[in-house]
């Protein structure tokens, strides 16, 4: 894997079926940006298939169709929002302090 999915487990969680998922749900919407913000729908050609609730319910009612700008947006926003796992190391002391 390269690019944005390096590192990710994400597609392992993914269902033996989501390319049929995928191709439905943008199908479903018209292969139309589901982006809802100030009560306007984006409406621009969607490219990829997002979770409406993070997590890994794949239910086609969980499923829209986003442009990749709102995608990138959304799944900031979300890992904005995760809790923060912190991995500090304990501070050395000095040798000539030992």
Not at 43 to 59: E, F, K, L, M, S
Not at 73 to 80: A, D, P
Not at 92 to 98: I, K
């Amino acid at each position: 894997m390269s690019g944005k999915w390096e590192g990710s487990t994400r597609r392992h969680e993914l269902p033996d079926d989501w390319p049929q998922r995928r191709a439905y749900v943008l199908a479903r919407d018209e292969h139309r940006c589901r982006w809802h913000e100030h009560s306007t729908v984006c409406g621009q050609a969607a490219t990829d298939v997002d979770h409406i609730r993070p997590g890994n319910d794949h239910r086609y009612e969980n499923l829209q169709a986003l442009c990749s700008e709102h995608h990138a947006i959304k799944s900031s926003r979300e890992g904005n929002e995760a809790p923060r796992v912190t991995r500090w190391r304990p501070v050395e002391r000095h040798p000539g302090l030992l």
